[in-house]
């Protein structure tokens, strides 16, 4: 119902003036309080509409110019949900039962048209009216709702849309954290400078709770009484509603910065590590340059482990320090047309020492030599060290790990085969995973090197895919994007 204006507003559409007439005394008769308005034609019930807002319309099927169906499109192409109930005559039953198919609300045979009649179709109407347009801006208000992104904007946005929900004169969300002082936002009418103004306006409260999943209390979600002056049936039904949808925000807020402290105190935790580390390691790494020059042998064998020790303690803090970078969303990545081959055969080079401990073999397989690709190539490197690392860790003495380069569309899809024992399936799915490790058992490494190379491959615009069997091997494939030019 339209309170401001304080009267329904009734359209009436039928061109027979007898039947207007009719439709007109019978809504004089009901304690409705309806003011009519009269359209003969469908062009006429256009411009009716054009001139104002309408509560409700009564619609006869057989007009000139159209029919009843036009006329539900003229309402609904005007975004307005008015409802319609179509008049038809004796008869015509199934058509009425169509029309409400395509969106009349209830229809009412000429003949039996009565003030008891016609004021109980009208009041059903406008209960099915209100409440999908209650359905509408809940749904609305909690998506607002469910889009704040801190426990602050969430209250906020909560008041907002629980006072304008229930056309409120106020609306006030409090927050109770133990320990803490409570956290209140409040939304006020225009007309309104401060609570007090509405209190003193003799305002009447209507409140529900806000509470945790697992029910313990988070607060209060409060409104005064609406501009119309009570609160309608149903109110405090909508209202719990929202505030439930609330409750469900403002604990997901809550997590979210909870996570969003706990990843500040790694990086801050990371990056004093990584300083106060480097410094002693720097130092440790000099005065290991300094034995070298005169000591035996023996000692150089002492000397040798721990210039290991010392860059495998570098690589794992620039491992950190990259997976953080990753998470962030802001790891580096200055990409350049690079021929693919040679960052294959310097990847090679570069896991030579290492594969001869092991006792494998890292091959060139088959390789597109006229591929460029538009990379990084320094963490090219970076992900083929980590992944032929991985290779050469569970493969067995004397075996080979082949790289092949295949150029598809506008991606060069590098693969790093083994002949190693094979992923379980459990663990493929987890194997790009921070910190996972397939080996639980294993001490080499701290499990980010999958991690860090799918973080690279993405930020280049590729992805990174394993594809394993047991008593298979492993295979990890990843792409890049091709450069424009090929080598010649």
């Given at each position: 119902?339209?309170?401001e ?10 061109d027979d ?7 007109v005394?019978a809504?004089?008769a009901?304690?409705?309080?309806a ?10 019930a ?7 807002e309408f509560?409700?319309?009564?619609v ?14 003229a309402?609904?192409?005007r ?12 008869g ?9 198919r ?9 003949s ?5 009649t ?6 059903r ?9 209650a359905?509408?801006c809940?749904t ?9 992104l801190?426990?602050?904007e969430t209250l ?13 004169q106020a ?8 320990g803490s002082?409570p956290?209140?936002c ?6 309104f ?12 409260w209507l409140h529900?709770s ?5 029910g ?19 109110d ?16 997901k ?8 402290d ?35 042998k ?14 495998r ?5 620039a491992?950190?320090l990259?997976?953080?970078c ?12 690079e ?10 080079d ?6 001869g401990?092991?006792?494998c ?11 460029v690709?538009l ?12 992944v ?11 075996a ?8 598809q569309?506008a ?19 987890r ?8 080996d639980?058992?294993?001490?080499e490494g ?9 973080g ?6 590729g ?20 450069a424009?030019?090929?080598a010649?």
């Amino acid at each position: 119902m339209n309170h401001e204006r304080g009267r329904l507003r009734i359209l009436i559409v039928d061109d027979d003036v007898t039947d207007r007439t009719a439709g007109v005394r019978a809504l004089a008769a009901t304690d409705l309080g309806a003011e009519t308005t009269e359209a003969e034609d469908v062009d006429s019930a256009r411009e009716r509409l054009g001139e104002g807002e309408f509560d409700c319309a009564l619609v006869d099927y057989y007009l000139p110019g159209g029919d009843g169906t036009d006329v539900i499109r003229a309402i609904a192409s005007r975004g307005a949900s008015v409802p319609v109930i179509v008049l038809t005559g004796r008869g015509d039953e199934q058509l009425a039962v169509d029309l409400m198919r395509q969106g009349a609300s209830d229809y009412i045979v000429k003949s039996d048209l009565t003030p008891q009649t016609i004021a109980q179709s009208i009041r059903r109407a406008l209960r099915v009216a209100r409440a999908e347009r209650a359905a509408e801006c809940l749904t609305a208000a909690s998506l607002r709702i469910h889009a704040a992104l801190s426990v602050t904007e969430t209250l906020e946005v909560t008041a907002t849309q629980a006072r304008q929900l229930l056309a409120a004169q106020a609306a006030v969300t409090r927050l109770e954290t133990p320990g803490s002082d409570p956290l209140e936002c409040v939304s006020l009418a225009p007309k309104f400078a401060s609570l007090d103004a509405v209190n003193a306006a003799g305002a009447q409260w209507l409140h529900v709770s806000l509470s945790s999943h697992d029910g313990a209390p988070l607060g209060k979600l409060s409104v005064a009484d609406p501009a119309e002056g009570a609160f309608r049936r149903g109110d405090e039904a909508m209202l719990r509603q929202l505030a439930q949808t609330a409750s469900i925000a403002l604990e997901k807020a809550r997590l979210v910065k909870a996570a969003q402290d706990a990843a500040r105190m790694r990086d801050e935790v990371l990056a004093i590590v990584s300083h106060d580390l480097r410094s002693p390691l720097n130092t440790i790494a000099m005065s290991a340059g300094l034995l070298r020059e005169g000591v035996g042998k023996m000692e150089l064998g002492l000397v040798d482990r721990i210039d290991r020790g010392v860059k495998r303690m570098n690589r794992m803090i620039a491992d950190l320090l990259d997976a953080s970078c990753i998470d962030e969303g802001r790891l580096a990545v200055v990409a350049r047309p690079e021929k693919a081959p040679a960052i294959v055969r310097e990847a090679i080079d570069n896991a030579e020492p290492i594969a001869g401990v092991r006792g494998c073999h890292v091959v060139c397989g088959s390789v597109d030599e006229s591929a460029v690709i538009l990379a990084d190539r320094l963490r090219m490197l970076q992900v083929l060290s980590n992944v032929i690392g991985n290779a050469i860790r569970f493969s067995p003495a004397s075996a080979d790990i082949t790289i092949d380069v295949d150029a598809q569309d506008a991606f060069a899809w590098f693969s790093v085969r083994d002949r190693g024992p094979g992923i379980e399936a459990e663990h493929v799915g987890r194997l790009f995973d921070r910190y996972y490790k397939a080996d639980l058992e294993s001490r080499e490494g701290a499990g980010l090197g999958l991690f860090i190379a799918r973080g690279i491959v993405e930020a280049h615009g590729g992805r990174i895919l394993v594809e394993s069997a047991l008593g298979s091997g492993t295979t990890i494939r990843f792409s890049i994007p091709l450069a424009a030019q090929r080598a010649p």
